[in-house]
């Protein structure tokens, strides 16, 4: 099977490519890229004009809740990776938190057999670092890896226990695989729904304090250090979070982050409406977090853009404040909240944005070394089309995912996702 894509403006920062552009696939891989490509194997190839528009290496998501098994009213699967390859992305990192976890073999083949299935976007799934994630006894690594985890984490949980983690950091490290960490001290954290701060305080919630996330941020960090695994931060929301990573990775440790686009959108004052489609863990923070979020995405101290899409049924949220259930879906507000936020009003180039949905992620979880997160001859053929001048609006009919559960209800973005490819076939559009 042979596929042209011509006249596309493609970016592809691991080619340092911002520009005119004809990609050819042959056989789901990359063939050639260039401007005027001249190529035998365009004979008779598939052509698709992309008319101008932006074409990027397929988007991945180092963070997604897709319910399955266990609570498929909220999302499955097939339903998940639809709301991906809507979204612009091309591969799926799955939590573990679904009923039951995974922490098994079986599980982890179920989940994969649910996914080739569905045949939309790449899934990847991650194993628990604890049985039943209960933070007590590790599950076998090993065997995870070799039935195609390609991650381990608890969360949803923290894992409390210190001895613990630092076993868990020796034995991944040993298999070259990262720990992802939910920072949260439970102690600290206790009952709080919101940021603990000016507007808890005003609203009378109770708040979860910065320092439960940077408490335990400091502790993986030394943890890592003195073991030599890789612990990958997941969705961090305060500025000495990221002051921390800073320094981490200035030492040369192996520490990597995320962030979310929730959290470089919104600050917790959103909490006055007392709405849980703002309600997710850890906490909208405050200004001053927002700032520092966004100058780490510029510095090169955060590694990726993951969605945290978590999605939960209109019972789970439609409650008072405190009982909601914590979390909010992500998959197609992430790409046009990008560019609105990040890229339009100047805080990163479009070359930096696509770095930290592609080949940033690719590389934390090692995807890279299947080809994800770039388009250089030899690569996945995973690609994204997007309209840079149309606009979206977020309304039920928008979202592919099962759940609505998002804070940007109403909202109209930049980046209309045209069409997305996975391994040359065309999965959206
Ligand atoms: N982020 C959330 O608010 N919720 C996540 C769990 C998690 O990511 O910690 C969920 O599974 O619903
Ligand atoms: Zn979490
Ligand atoms: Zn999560």
Redesign the pocket.
């Known amino acids: 099977m042979t596929l042209l894509i011509k006249n596309a403006r493609l970016v592809d920062p691991s080619q340092k490519w911002d520009g005119p552009a004809s990609l050819l696939v042959v056989d789901g891989q990359v063939a050639a890229v260039g401007e005027n490509l001249v190529d035998p194997r365009i004979e008779g190839a598939e052509i698709v004009d992309a008319g101008g528009r932006l074409l990027v290496p397929g988007l991945v998501d180092l963070h997604v809740h897709f319910r399955e098994p266990g609570q498929t009213a909220k999302e499955n699967i097939e339903t998940g990776c639809r709301a991906a390859v809507a979204g612009g992305f091309t591969a799926v990192c799955a939590m573990a938190n679904t009923k039951p976890v995974n922490d098994s073999v079986a599980i982890t083949e179920m989940m994969l057999t649910r996914a080739r299935k569905a045949g939309l976007c790449r899934y990847f799934p991650l194993g628990t670092v604890t049985k039943g994630a209960a933070g007590e006894e590790l599950t076998d690594y090993g065997t995870l890896k070799a039935s195609g985890c390609i991650a381990f984490s608890d ?2 949980l923290p894992v409390m226990n210190a001895a613990i983690m630092r076993r868990a950091l020796e034995y991944t490290g040993w298999l070259d695989m990262p720990i992802v960490a ?1 920072e949260e001290d439970t102690n600290l954290a206790a009952k709080g729904y919101i940021n603990e701060g000016a507007v808890s305080a005003y609203l009378g919630c109770l708040g979860i304090p910065a320092a439960a996330e940077e408490a335990m941020v400091a502790r993986d960090i030394v943890l890592a250090e003195h073991t030599g695994g890789h612990v990958h931060l ?2 961090l929301s305060t500025k000495g979070s990221l002051r921390l990573v800073r320094e981490a990775k200035a030492r040369g440790l192996k520490v990597t982050c995320e962030v979310t686009p929730h959290h470089f959108a919104l600050t917790d004052r959103e909490l006055v409406k007392f709405d849980s489609d703002f309600k997710m ?1 850890p906490p909208l923070r405050s200004q001053a977090d927002l700032d520092a979020i966004l100058e780490a995405l510029a510095d090169g101290t955060v590694d990726a853009i993951a969605t945290d899409h978590a999605p939960h049924t209109w019972d789970d949220k439609e409650c008072e404040l405190r009982d909601a259930s914590f979390g909010i879906i992500g998959l197609e507000t992430a790409l046009p909240l990008t560019l609105e936020l990040l890229v339009d009003k100047k805080v990163i180039t479009l070359s930096r944005a696509v770095e930290l949905l592609s080949g940033g992620p690719a590389r934390v979880f090692h995807l890279d070394r299947q080809g994800l997160g770039s388009l250089k001859p030899g690569s996945a053929a995973d690609f994204t089309l997007v309209d840079l001048e149309a606009r979206v609006t977020v309304d039920r009919a928008f979202v592919q995912s099962r759940s609505f559960n998002t804070p940007f209800k109403g909202w109209q973005l930049p980046g209309k996702v045209v069409a997305t490819w996975v391994g040359g076939a065309k999965v959206w559009g």
Request: aromatic share 0%; hydrophobic share 15%.
């Open positions: 969360d949803g939910h997941a969705h863990n």
